[in-house]
């Protein structure tokens, strides 16, 4: 078939979209008018998305370490290679001094494989992605958050809600296809409430614009809730109303800066909303207060009209198959559908299966492997683009006896690699993507691999038989042939099926109820537990802004799989070389400033400085300045990466900075 | 011509033709995809051509001027230097069962891509192509081609244009390739009766009576456009609701911008032609940093001044839109053109 | 039929440093032929290709004499024209055109003829400088007016030597910052207006330079009293294609690749574009 159905390979909506061949050659993307998710419709990155596999830049030969180089090398010296390391530093080390990072961007079925090689193969639940930083962090290791810990409600319930918050993200940047719908909602008139330092593209249409101090949120997120309580009677022993008691309107305006008046409209509107809806992504996840954030926000369909069918939370990830990484087990304390490792009977049930004894410790998270493990494993991850200490990242990698990269493109982290495999995009094999509300969906092969480049599962069979394992699978529909005898979640999936529609959501109740799936239960919890003194930094004269870094902004252009898609790299405008980061300031300060677009100032904390070049803008307010996340390594002496105090995963807190001119 | 210009060819008939053209030339037709999206697409038996298909998700420029088109090759042979080698597409292909709009929107490719100085790799494809349209009974929800003078049926332009007419299908002859055509398939079409002919002509009254409903405000819209009269205000509306995906530029028969991209690796390379939108924010961005339309609504209006005002309709003939409708469906925000046209129109949103 | 995306192949035959960023490469055709066909008048441009890297314009920068090279100047300042000050004499690049219109010539003979350059601007006017002082008979009064930054972003110092020297040709040269070797005129360009000798209704000028520049020079020739038909400059754009199709250099209906690069200031300013 020369149009072949597959899914969008950015971002966690998952929009499908044909890929075009002629012979075994991409031409080109289509939107696909009936797929439930893209509706017709594709963002840039979606209609680029064969520019990706066509990049001149693809990874074509394995790659081994000669001296200080990367150096072609045959697949048998580099899997031989491999084989003979991870086994010897097993045999000297144990698992446990192995990690290895799968991947948001991988297939189920590749990340269901690396987590069974990491398990069975080499001893190690040392299994996770840093990527993983995406989702409210630390989730899985704390209980009560663990019920946060994925998306409840669809993208659809953009357009059956009756409110829509936009919480700390610019969906326009983030999540097109969710930007269009909250677009549609905005057009039909339903009220749309954006709490962001910087106003997105969406801000133009919505109704109530609320700019918290940046460190705020959670009290901004509790004064709201204030005010909607204090509409309704409060039940008995209500938790809730207790912990929020003291966040009156003025109190909030007081912690937040958001004048009292904006607290009352935007809580009343959510205490008289049917179908509150709160959109975040990791703009709110990995701020400061990041989990009580949340937890706040999960509250906000109880303290609205809605009914307890209504599911108020959409997070939106940012990866493909970020979803789909977690539900094969691609983290430290689970097996594949949210197994504990720590049980005997789901080790029991997995090892049989596997013919192999299975490790009972919990393994550990990204942050925490790296620098810990002699060997790391890493397929399709990039922790020094991923994780916020990027100084910290590259030392512990550095550190590392035998670093080994699975990918298509030489990542910042491929660059410091022992060994490089090449691997095949999403247009170049079987597979399938569980998208941010998911749904399972086919990913399909359109065309060959590059030069000698495999498919990522067949590499995964290969080495796995290497290390004394061996995995006999004929194509990805066995795996997930296997996934679905092993994994509740999954046990409706086959390819069959999803091939008779636009895929499959795996479900909360029905067949698999939330409960089984480690959803439910004691993670109940609504609310946080107190709301504390705001994180925001203090303002003085000497360092007069508050510089946030925004996870929204600019995020894409640095992405390697649009810097790598030539079309896409120039719509980004990441064509231009090394440029300055770029500042966002608002108009009001920098006439204050004699600051004008382009001026290059110095950003100074207490920590450090840096430079950068102003940028003016409409859309931040006055007293904030804002850099984008990805320009963090960059910024790492003004923007000192930091761990949150519960949950010890790392952050970027907003610090107060001042700006001048050089 | 001396042969009579129209004959009539029976279902069964019409699908041994198509399988004999398959056999001379790539032959692209309305085919299914998975999930079950029409799209142009080639087929390899004519049971794929998907004769009752309303709409296809792609237009035919896909073919004609891909998304992504190699233009060069070079080679650094040792001493002699630098050899350079365009790519020409001389395949033959047939297009079959073409919608009218999406006729009209390669009419409107041919007057771009030929003007002074031709576009060879267009006009390549071009000469290797015939058209054989399929005029349209029902209009689709979004399109509006009675506006954009591009359907339901054509009098000019294709090769070929069959009717559907209870048991058969007319077939109109519009060149000679297309008569050609008709001559190599001996006994397969028999000249049309007065009849059918006059059946013809009664369905298109009927159709356009029917199609009349799906409008598209151009007159206002090109005035206001021509003469900067649309109110800075009102394009700065319409920025706000334009996402930046590319897609109407994409979607759109008549959208031709594009970049060029090189590799290499080892001493050759190759040079290739993609597709670009006027919309992007780096569309304009030059090497020193300057963007000349930095801002969306510049770019919005840039487009549209493109697609809708007189100084473009008068040197490519009509304005840029063919009314298929596509943009209505893939528009992130809610730039299509009917919208746009009525926004225009009334002076808001 | 003509392919015109497809280069010639020409190799640098000269490399010159100009400044600190800029150098000016002579290049010569590798096809002898091609050569010939390659008539161009000053104001037209070239698509110059990096094989691997891409394509960038850039205006001929010299005029056709009996020589069998062109020159181009280039400052660096993107992907192309990075690679380029890289490459060595006796490297192949390839080079399409000429695009363009050019300047008018024959239409402004028996008219005082005023070049305003600024910085990088200089190199379109130097053919057309050399062309006007080659027939210098058939122009009335001929005025150079020439401002960079500083001292070290003068381009094209022989030549400015050359006009100096000249007493048929009223050379002025100024900068926005001098140092401390400088004892000639410091200001922006517009400040040599009141020093020179121009008489605006007799006065054909050719602007060229950075777009802030060329607003400040086109307000202050109009105020002297210059004729907006008179006044020429060429039109910086993001030109790929070069041949009018990709589009990308559309300023309202004008293709600047095709319609331009060369506009007088009554086509500017009806030309109607945003930003």
């Avoid at chain 1, 630390?138 to 994925?150: A, E």
């Avoid at chain 1, 409060?234 to 009292?260: I, M, Y």
């Avoid at chain 1, 925490?368 to 990242?393: H, I, K, N, Q, W």
């Avoid at chain 2, 594009?258 to 992007?280: M, V």
Wanted: glycine share 8%; aromatic share 8%.
């Amino acid at each position: 078939m020369p149009h072949v159905l597959t899914t969008c390979p950015y971002c966690g909506c998952g929009c499908g979209l044909y890929l075009q061949v002629e012979g075994r050659r991409l031409l080109g993307t289509t939107a696909s008018a009936g797929h439930p998710v893209g509706q017709g419709r594709l963002c840039a990155k979606g209609w680029h998305a064969h520019e990706l596999a066509t990049s001149g830049t693809r990874l074509r030969t394995p790659l081994v370490r000669r001296g200080s180089s990367l150096q072609q090398a045959s697949w048998e010296e580099a899997l031989s290679l491999v084989g003979e390391r991870l086994t010897a530093i097993k045999a000297e080390s144990g698992g446990a001094a192995i990690g290895v990072l799968a991947s948001a961007r991988a297939t189920n079925e590749e990340n269901y494989l690396l987590a069974k090689l990491a398990r069975s193969a080499l001893g190690t639940n040392n299994v996770d992605f840093s990527a993983r930083l995406d989702a409210l962090p630390g989730l899985f290791d704390l209980p009560k958050y663990r019920h946060l810990s994925l998306c409840t409600a669809g993208l659809d319930d953009i357009a059956a809600a009756d409110l829509v918050f936009l919480w700390q993200t610019d969906p326009v940047e983030e999540h097109p296809a969710a930007a269009a719908r909250v677009l549609r909602a905005a057009e039909a008139g339903v009220p749309v409430v954006e709490v962001t330092a910087r106003r997105g593209q969406l801000g133009e249409l919505a109704q109530i614009s609320l700019a918290p101090r940046p460190g705020s949120e959670l009290q901004l997120a509790a004064g709201l809730l204030h005010v909607a309580l204090s509409k309704t009677e409060p039940a008995e022993g209500d938790s809730l109303a207790a912990t929020v008691a003291n966040c009156t309107p003025d109190q909030t305006e007081a912690a937040t800066d958001v004048p009292a008046s904006d607290v009352i409209r935007a809580g009343e509107a959510l205490a008289a909303a049917d179908k509150p809806l709160v959109i975040y992504t990791r703009g709110a996840s990995l701020g400061p207060q990041g989990a009580d954030t949340l937890m706040a926000l999960s509250a906000f369909g109880k303290a609205s009209e809605a009914d307890d069918s209504w599911c108020s939370l959409l997070w939106l990830s940012s990866y493909c198959n970020f979803q789909g990484a977690r539900d094969m087990g691609v983290l430290p304390y689970f097996l594949a559908g949210y197994q504990p490792v720590s049980e005997e009977t789901t080790r029991a049930k997995f090892a049989e299966a596997w013919g192999a004894a299975l490790p009972s410790e919990a393994g550990l998270p990204s942050w925490e492997m790296l620098g810990r493990v002699r060997a790391l494993f890493v397929m399709g991850d990039d922790p020094v683009s991923s994780l916020p200490d990027v100084a910290a990242t590259r030392q512990a990698l550095g550190n590392t006896d035998f670093l080994v990269v699975q990918d298509i493109f030489l990542t910042p982290t491929a660059e410091m690699a022992h060994v490089v495999l090449p691997g095949a995009s999403f247009a170049e094999k079987d597979g399938t993507f569980t998208n941010t509300e998911r749904r399972v969906q086919r990913v399909r092969r359109a065309a060959d691999p590059p030069g000698e480049a495999r498919a990522d599962w067949e590499i995964i069979c290969d080495l796995s038989g290497r290390l004394g394992r061996p995995m006999d699978y004929a194509s990805p529909a066995q795996v997930m042939a296997e996934i679905a005898e092993l994994v509740p979640i999954y046990s409706e999936i086959s390819y069959q099926r999803l091939d008779e529609d636009w895929g499959v959501r795996w479900s909360l109740d029905g067949a698999v109820s939330a409960e089984r799936a480690g959803f439910g239960g004691e993670g109940e919890e609504e609310g946080p537990a107190s709301v504390s003194q705001p994180a925001a930094p203090t303002v003085d004269e000497e360092y007069p802004f508050v510089l946030v870094a925004d996870h929204s902004l600019g995020a894409w252009a640095a992405d390697k799989l649009v810097v790598n898609a030539v079309g896409l790299r120039r719509q980004q405008g990441a064509d231009r070389g090394e440029q300055l980061p770029e500042l966002w300031m608002s108009r009001a300060d920098c006439q204050k400033g004699e600051l004008r677009e382009g001026t290059r100032v110095r950003v100074r904390a207490r920590t450090g400085e840096m430079d950068a070049a102003v940028h003016v803008s409409d859309a931040v307010h006055a007293g904030a300045v804002v850099l984008s996340a990805v320009m963090r390594e960059a910024a790492a002496s003004v923007l000192p990466p930091g761990a949150d105090s519960e949950t010890g995963v790392p952050v970027l807190r907003p610090v107060a900075v001042s700006v001048e001119k050089v | 011509m001396s042969q009579p210009a129209a004959y009539v060819i029976t279902r069964p008939r019409l699908a041994e033709w198509v399988g004999k053209l398959i056999g001379r030339a790539q032959v692209i037709a309305p085919r299914r995809a998975q999930g079950g999206d029409v799209a142009y697409d080639i087929v390899e038996t004519p049971d794929q051509v998907a004769w009752d298909y309303s709409t296809s998700i792609n237009p035919l420029k896909r073919f004609l001027f891909p998304q992504g088109d190699e233009l060069l090759r070079w080679q650094r042979a040792g001493d002699d230097g630098l050899q350079l080698e365009p790519t020409y597409d001389e395949t033959d292909r047939i297009f079959l069962a073409v919608r009218s709009c999406d006729l009209s929107g390669v009419l409107f490719l041919d007057r771009v891509f030929s003007r002074e100085p031709e576009d060879v790799y267009y006009m390549t494809r071009r000469q290797h192509s015939t058209l054989i349209s399929l005029t349209c009974s029902e209009p689709v929800e979004d399109c509006f081609c009675v506006c954009a003078d591009a359907g339901p049926f054509l009098e000019t332009g294709f090769d070929l244009q069959l009717t559907a007419l209870s048991d058969d299908y007319l077939v109109e002859v519009g060149t000679e390739k297309g008569q050609e055509l008709i001559n190599q398939a001996e006994g397969l079409f028999a000249p049309a009766p007065d009849e059918l002919i006059q059946a013809r002509r009664d369905l298109e009254k009927e159709v356009e009576a029917r199609f009349a409903e799906h409008k598209s405000y151009f007159a206002a819209a090109l005035r206001k456009v021509t003469f900067d009269r649309v109110p800075d205000e009102l394009w700065e509306e319409m920025a706000d609701r334009c996402l930046e995906c590319g897609g109407c530029s994409f979607v759109c028969p008549t959208c031709t911008c594009f970049l060029t991209a090189d590799w290499q690796s080892e001493g050759e390379g190759h040079r290739d032609r993609l597709w670009d939108s006027c919309l992007y924010s780096c569309y304009t961005l030059e090497a020193s940093g300057h963007n000349p339309r930095a801002q969306r609504r510049d770019r919005v209006k840039a487009r549209f001044f493109h697609k809708l005002s007189y100084q473009f309709a008068k040197e490519l003939e009509t304005h840029g839109c063919v009314g298929c409708g596509r943009c209505i469906a893939t528009c992130l925000g809610s730039n299509d053109m009917p919208t746009v046209t009525a926004r225009i129109r009334r002076g808001a949103i | 039929m003509e392919n015109a995306y497809l280069p010639d192949v020409v190799e640098i035959a000269a490399i010159r440093d100009e400044t600190y960023d800029t150098k000016t490469f002579g290049l010569r055709f590798v096809e002898p032929a091609r050569w010939e066909a390659f008539q161009y008048r000053p104001g037209q441009f070239v698509e110059v290709s990096l094989f691997g890297v891409g394509e960038a314009p850039f205006c001929l920068a010299s005029a056709r004499d009996g020589a069998d090279t062109f020159e181009i100047t280039v400052r660096g300042t993107g992907s192309v024209t990075d690679a380029l000050h890289n490459l060595e004499v006796g490297a192949q690049l390839g080079v399409r055109g000429p695009l363009g219109n050019g300047f008018p010539f024959d239409e402004v003979k028996r008219r005082d003829i005023l070049f305003v350059g600024g910085g990088i601007g200089l190199p379109p006017l130097r053919p057309l400088i050399w062309q006007v002082l080659n027939s210098r008979g058939e122009f009335g009064k001929v005025t150079v007016l020439y401002g960079a930054r500083a001292p070290a972003d003068l381009v094209y110092k022989d030549d400015l030597e050359r006009w100096r020297a000249r007493d048929d040709v009223e050379f002025m040269v100024t900068v926005d910052v001098g140092d401390e070797s400088w004892t000639d005129n410091v200001g922006v360009v517009g400040t040599l207006f009141p020093k020179a000798d121009i008489e605006p209704q007799a006065t054909v000028a050719f602007v060229c330079g950075p777009p802030i520049m060329i607003r400040f020079v086109v307000r202050d020739l109009l105020s002297m009293g210059l004729a907006e038909e008179d006044i020429y400059t060429t039109l910086e754009r993001h030109m790929r294609c070069g041949v009018g199709k990709c589009n990308h250099c559309l300023i309202g209906d004008k293709y600047v690749c095709k319609d331009g690069p060369v506009f007088s200031y009554r086509q500017m300013k009806t030309m109607m574009d945003p930003g």
